[in-house]
T-cell receptor
Framework: DVKVTQSSRYLVKRTGEKVFLECVQD?????MFWYRQDPGLGLRLIYF???????EKGDIPEGYSVSREKKERFSLILESASTNQTSMYLC?????????????FGPGTRLTVT | LAKTTQPISMDSYEGQEVNITCSHN???????ITWYQQFPSQGPRFIIQGYKTKVTNEVASLFIPADRKSSTLSLPRVSLSDTAVYYCLVALDMIYNQGGKLIFGQGTELSVKP
């Protein structure tokens, strides 16, 4: 069974803080993804990575950066958190080039920025 | 950029067959169509994936017409535990044409009643 874990289920941060969200997968997957999920907007892709140290912007990268130093770990960084970044953040992974759509998701981190 | 469209909500009763349709007018040749299920406070879970015609697994069937501009997820004999949000995903040639996008639909909230 593929397991994707996220560092926190709930997180509360103050405006202007630097926030790190960590994601780890244990199935040697090539691809990893960060999404945010908001009511009425569905899932929106922030960034994805298809290899160590490689990253691509998704639909809404502004205000976020990512880091992938090891294959199993993909970090999402909010350089200076703002209230409009309050959301559910979901990490996912998938096997490789031809399996980008079969993604395995973590449980999510609900981030509140006050 | 392609857009996917799904009904916002659907109601059904236990034992009925449920069909949820997703429209994706600008789907590209290399794209697959994937459906996910999401329960509250959990990440989405992969249900089924297809390219054309019909795919069936132990959980659902996926029907894709020849023009591939829509797809229908079919859930046979639903039960109360099938109450969830269902998302369709069209992967727009992401890996081979970097700059493509992953487009999740808005999600369909299915409510199954006794």
């Amino acid at each position: 069974d593929v397991k994707v874990t996220q560092s926190s289920r709930y997180l509360v941060k103050r405006t202007g803080e630097k926030v790190f969200l960590e994601c780890v997968q244990d199935m040697d997957h090539e691809n990893m993804f960060w999404y945010r999920q908001d009511p009425g907007l569905g899932l929106r892709l922030i960034y994805f990575s298809y290899d160590v140290k490689m990253k691509e912007k998704g639909d809404i990268p502004e205000g976020y950066s990512v880091s992938r130093e090891k294959k199993e770990r993909f970090s999402l960084i909010l350089e200076s958190a703002s209230t409009n970044q309050t959301s559910m953040y979901l990490c996912a992974s998938s096997l490789g080039d031809r399996d980008i759509s079969e993604q395995y998701f973590g449980p999510g981190t609900r981030l509140t920025v006050t | 950029l392609a857009k996917t469209t799904q009904p916002i909500s659907m109601d059904s009763y236990e034992g009925q067959e449920v069909n949820i349709t997703c429209s994706h007018n600008n789907i590209a040749t290399n794209d697959y169509i994937t459906w996910y299920q999401q329960f509250p406070s959990q990440g989405p879970r992969f249900i089924i994936q297809g390219y054309k015609t019909k795919v069936t697994n132990e959980v659902a069937s996926l029907f894709i017409p020849a023009d591939r501009k829509s797809s229908t997820l079919s859930l046979p004999r639903v039960s109360l535990s099938d109450t969830a949000v269902y998302y369709c995903l069209v992967a727009l040639d992401m890996i081979y044409n970097q700059g493509g996008k992953l487009i999740f639909g808005q999600g369909t909230e299915l409510s199954v009643k006794p």
